[in-house]
């Protein structure tokens, strides 16, 4: 059985081409994901990701529930409304999910988790939070619409209640702001500027129709691949897994290892891990020549052999980029092997364009 979130009915009438993904039926384009891209990249388009599952958590030690569960460290968060982005590990520190999370006090944070690993997610915090005395709750009754683009932030203010602009107008980047039954965070996952809008379930759909009538364009999945991978935003379970530590994921960075008395979930096996010497890394990739590069084709280089996690066409950039784990002394070139033969890639750091702009 696959889901359907509250705006599959304007999918449809939006002639959106439905796939399953994650056990959701949601819309792959809604007629050229080239244009769907440029849209954002230059204008502003929209995306349903509803799908994701919000988790509100109250009462209780939730600073120490969070501390211990992820790796990045949420006592950094001062200012109510604050974001920050981080992996949940297993106790062999791979990597449960990746996750934004937001505090608005010390008695209410919110979560946002990914549609693929919700249910684990979900069992995994509930595992833990009793210790705390920390309540976990779904939040299946919101909606969530991605505005994105350089003029996301214009077009939807056209479109939001009143009092939902006034909370957003001052928002920084990666802040988010309570406004009743609604909630708007600066946030997103194309490298672009925007808003990612939490409402009740019953207002989605007139939102999504103002949005529109406001000039942001509706854009689906394929659209939100290209975009977040030019902009070297990792993808779960392709760019990192369980398998997977944070070191050679590209997501070190997201790591706190101060304060050093901080015992999170997987620390210990992080730690070793990078005592040892962490023996791969996560790159970008740039083919020469013509092709497409794809996720699972193998990385040839004179360090040694490495496979890229994700791979596309680049509609900026008009090369094929990727995203590789290959060992980490590697040089400045490499060669990707497609369809039996070797093609010459340049490596590269794995952010390709932000904001627009070609890094």
Same mark, same amino acid.
Not at 1 to 24: C, P, Q, R, S
């Given at each position: 059985?696959?889901?359907?979130?509250?705006?599959?009915?304007?999918?449809?009438?939006?002639?959106?081409?439905?796939?399953?993904?994650?056990?959701?039926q949601m819309p792959v384009n809604y007629g050229s994901q080239i244009d769907e891209h440029h849209q954002v990249r230059n204008d502003a388009g929209m995306f349903d990701v509803s799908h994701m599952v919000i988790i509100d958590l109250k009462d209780g030690d939730i600073k120490g529930l969070l501390q211990y569960l992820l790796a990045?460290?949420? %006592?950094?968060?001062?200012?109510?409304?604050? %974001?920050? =982005? #981080?992996?949940?590990?297993?106790?062999?520190?791979?990597? &449960?999910?990746?996750?934004?999370? !937001? =505090?608005?006090?010390?008695?209410? !944070?919110?979560?946002?988790?990914?549609?693929?690993?919700?249910?684990?997610? $979900?069992?995994?915090?509930?595992?833990?939070?009793?210790?705390?005395?920390?309540?976990?709750?779904?939040?299946?009754?919101? %909606?969530?619409?991605?505005?994105?683009?350089?003029?996301?932030?214009?077009?939807?203010?056209?479109?939001?209640?009143?009092?939902?602009?006034?909370?957003? #107008?001052?928002?920084?980047?990666?802040?988010?702001?309570?406004?009743?039954?609604?909630?708007?965070?600066?946030?997103?996952?194309?490298?672009?500027?925007?808003?990612?809008?939490?409402?009740?379930?019953?207002?989605?759909?007139?939102?999504?129709?103002?949005?529109?009538?406001?000039?942001?364009?509706?854009?689906?999945?394929?659209?939100?691949?290209?975009?977040?991978?030019?902009?070297?935003?990792?993808?779960?379970?392709?760019?990192?897994?369980?398998?997977?530590?944070?070191?050679?994921?590209?997501?070190?960075?997201? &790591?706190?290892?101060?304060?050093?008395?901080?015992?999170?979930?997987?620390?210990?096996? $992080?730690?070793?891990?990078?005592?040892?010497?962490?023996?791969?890394?996560?790159?970008?990739?740039?083919?020469?020549?013509?092709?497409?590069?794809?996720?699972?084709?193998?990385?040839? #280089?004179?360090?040694?052999?490495?496979? &890229?996690?994700?791979?596309?066409?680049?509609?900026?950039?008009?090369?094929?980029?990727? $995203?590789?784990?290959?060992?980490?002394?590697?040089?400045?070139?490499?060669?990707?092997? &497609?369809?039996?033969?070797?093609?010459?890639?340049?490596?590269?750091?794995?952010?390709?364009?932000?904001?627009?702009?070609?890094?």
């Open positions: 059985m696959t889901n359907k979130t509250v705006l599959f009915d304007k999918h449809v009438e939006y002639k959106g081409k439905i796939v399953d993904f994650a056990g959701w990045n460290d949420v %006592a950094r968060l001062k200012d109510s409304g604050k %974001a920050l =982005y #981080s992996c949940m590990l297993n106790e062999n520190g791979g990597v &449960i999910d990746d996750l934004i999370v !937001y =505090y608005m006090s010390d008695e209410w !944070y919110r979560v946002v988790v990914n549609a693929g690993t919700a249910a684990k997610d $979900l069992a995994w915090i509930n595992q833990h939070a009793g210790a705390f005395n920390v309540d976990v709750n779904e939040r299946d009754d919101l %909606a969530m619409i991605a505005v994105q683009g350089p003029k996301a932030r214009e077009k939807a203010f056209e479109a939001l209640p009143v009092d939902v602009v006034e909370a957003a #107008s001052p928002l920084k980047r990666f802040f988010g702001a309570d406004c009743g039954e609604w909630f708007v965070g600066r946030t997103g996952y194309t490298g672009e500027d925007g808003f990612e809008i939490m409402m009740p379930v019953s207002e989605a759909p007139a939102l999504w129709d103002k949005l529109a009538a406001a000039g942001v364009k509706p854009c689906g999945l394929g659209a939100r691949d290209t975009l977040r991978l030019e902009a070297g935003m990792n993808l779960y379970g392709s760019d990192m897994t369980e398998e997977t530590s944070p070191l050679i994921s590209g997501l070190g960075w997201t &790591i706190a290892w101060s304060p050093e008395d901080r015992d999170f979930i997987g620390r210990s096996v $992080l730690e070793k891990e990078k005592a040892e010497g962490v023996k791969q890394k996560l790159v970008g990739l740039i083919l020469e020549g013509r092709g497409v590069l794809r996720g699972h084709q193998k990385v040839v #280089s004179a360090a040694g052999e490495g496979e &890229i996690t994700s791979g596309t066409f680049s509609p900026s950039l008009q090369k094929s980029i990727a $995203l590789a784990r290959v060992p980490a002394d590697i040089g400045e070139t490499c060669q990707v092997e &497609i369809r039996g033969k070797l093609l010459d890639a340049a490596v590269v750091k794995p952010v390709f364009v932000r904001d627009g702009k070609a890094v």
